[in-house]
């Protein structure tokens, strides 16, 4: 099994942008994986932010919908986060995190919920500053 390894994380102010990506080169068949960002703030729990699924379809949380793109690349085996119109609530670790279903070739699935990805980036640090 391949690994994910995020980047693009840094410092930024707030109403700035940020690009994450997912290098997931390890994975072969990439397309059949369903894919999402989480994030955790120091003494918060983790929570899902976007999902996308094999067609492209995606799903966002409340707390970035509107101001984010998820998108993924299945060519380039890279899974991508854009972020806009940054907040300071925003900072976090940002983990971008796969899971494949066994029933079915492709991913129709969106999943917030961390319950089903079974594997996991090393994540990628976004501080926002106001």
């Known amino acids: 099994q391949g690994q994910l390894v995020e980047s693009g994380g840094g410092s930024a102010q707030t109403g700035g942008s940020l690009r994450l990506s997912c290098d997931a080169s390890?994975?072969?068949?990439?397309?059949?994986?369903?894919m999402g960002w989480f994030r955790q703030a120091p003494g918060k729990e983790r929570e899902g932010v976007a999902a996308?699924?094999?067609?492209?379809?995606?799903s966002y949380s409340e707390s970035v919908k509107g101001r984010s793109t998820i998108s993924r690349d299945n060519t380039k085996k890279t899974l991508y986060l854009q972020i806009n119109n940054l907040k300071p609530e925003d900072s976090a670790m940002y983990y971008c995190?796969?899971?494949?279903?066994?029933?079915?070739?492709?991913?129709?699935?969106?999943?917030?919920?961390?319950?089903?990805?079974?594997?996991w980036g090393q994540g990628t640090q976004v501080t926002v500053s106001s």
């Open positions: 995190a796969a899971y494949r279903l066994t029933d079915t070739w492709l991913c129709r699935s969106l999943d917030l919920g961390e319950g089903r990805y079974s594997v």
């Open positions: 390890g994975y072969s068949l990439m397309i059949r994986y369903c």
């Open positions: 996308i699924d094999s067609d492209g379809i995606t």
